[in-house]
Each structure stands twice: as structure tokens, then as C-alpha cells.
């Protein structure tokens, strides 16, 4: 975890981070309900005890974003469909991606434009094809220049959760993605 987080958001991501396999690039089902429910419940306030949430928008994103990675997709879309703001788009997109509507995905991807978190993601996924020697992946990556979500979905759409090296790799990839953009949320909510 890069920032200080509110003891809640740092209990929730400690117990998402146990998560063993990761959450899947498609899930049919929440991975925790008890976790769903617990989130569901919290106001704002409850989520970031002790710190004052200067951004609405941002602090619901960072909700949707923590029921995404417990894998509770309508939960999070519930929250995400009344965000217009970039990042509120792209936990739209994400949760589209995951839910196997590519179409839908990419044009809330659309709507997301460049974002922040890009520029971190990309050099994480170029590092990590190297690592894991995916020479067709780091070549893509390496044209690109930059980090390309399009792309990205139709990695997804073409892996269908394989349990193969690129299904980990993406996986892995998605994980990423997930706490790049709760860290980025929590910590705009909090400014």
C-alpha cells in the first residue's frame, strides 16, 4: 500500500490482498459476501473513520472499486453509473470488462480518456511480460509507448480466463490496475 489509509480501508484491502488465486479476469460470483454486505453498509464517513472526506465522488469510487476486487460487480456498478468524472468511468469500464461486455467496456473506456494511473500500469505490464517472458505481449507494449485499456480488453476477451501463463499475466496485470486506482481514489477523496 502506498498512501496512510483509514484503518477500515486498510483491514478491507489486507483481506482482499489474501486472496488466493487472484480475482479472476471474469468472476461469476462475489468472492466474499460477508465482505459485499460489510461495504455496502458503510457510509463514507464509516469507510474513512477518522479522516474527513473532502471528495464525495472520489471516496464512492474507492468504494466500488473495493466491492470490484471482492469480485461484487452489480454492488460496484450501483455505485459507478452515477459517476461521470474520469475516474468514476474507468471502475465503469472495469467492471464491464470483468462482467465479458467488451463492447460496453471500451466505450466507458472511451469516456475515461488518459487517466492518471496509465503511465504507472504501463510500465508495471511492460516490466512484468519481460519477467514472465510473454515476448509477443512486451512487444505490443513497447509499440504502443503508452498504456492502451483498449488493448488491454481485448487481451481479456481473447484469454477468457485460461489458467494458462498469459491468464496469470493478465490477472496479475488486473490486480494492478485494481490498486493503482483504489490508492488514486482514496487518495483524492481524502485532499
Known amino acids: 500500500m ?54 464525495p465522488e472520489f471516496g464512492e469510487c474507492a468504494k466500488s472499486g473495493l466491492l470490484l476486487w471482492n469480485d461484487a460487480l452489480d454492488s460496484s456498478h450501483k455505485i459507478v453509473q452515477n459517476i ?19 463492447s460496453n467496456a471500451k466505450y466507458w473506456f472511451g469516456r475515461v ?6 503511465f504507472e500500469l504501463h510500465r508495471y ?3 512484468l511480460s519481460r519477467t514472465e517472458q510473454l515476448e509477443e505481449y512486451t512487444n505490443v507494449l513497447e509499440s504502443n509507448g503508452e498504456w ?10 481473447a484469454a477468457s480466463n485460461s ?19 483504489i490508492d488514486f481514489s482514496c487518495k483524492n477523496a481524502l485532499i
Open 148 to 157: 492502451n485499456a483498449v488493448q488491454f480488453v481485448d487481451w481479456c476477451q
Open 163 to 181: 489458467e494458462d501463463r498469459v491468464g496469470a499475466f493478465l490477472e496479475q496485470l488486473q490486480l494492478k490496475e485494481l490498486k493503482l486506482l
Open 84 to 102: 461521470g468524472t474520469k475516474t468514476g468511468n474507468y471502475w465503469h469500464a472495469i467492471m464491464h470488462r470483468r462482467e465479458n461486455d467488451y
Open 113 to 118: 480518456g488518459k487517466h492518471p494511473i496509465y
Open 2 to 55: 502506498n498512501q496512510q489509509y483509514s484503518t477500515i480501508v486498510k483491514e478491507i484491502i489486507e483481506e482482499l490482498e489474501s486472496r488466493n488465486p487472484l480475482p479472476p479476469l471474469s468472476p461469476t460470483e462475489e468472492w466474499s459476501s460477508r465482505l459485499t454486505a460489510r461495504l455496502e453498509n458503510y457510509s463514507l464517513g464509516d469507510l474513512f473513520d477518522g479522516f474527513a472526506v473532502t471528495d
Open 125 to 127: 505490464a511492460l516490466e
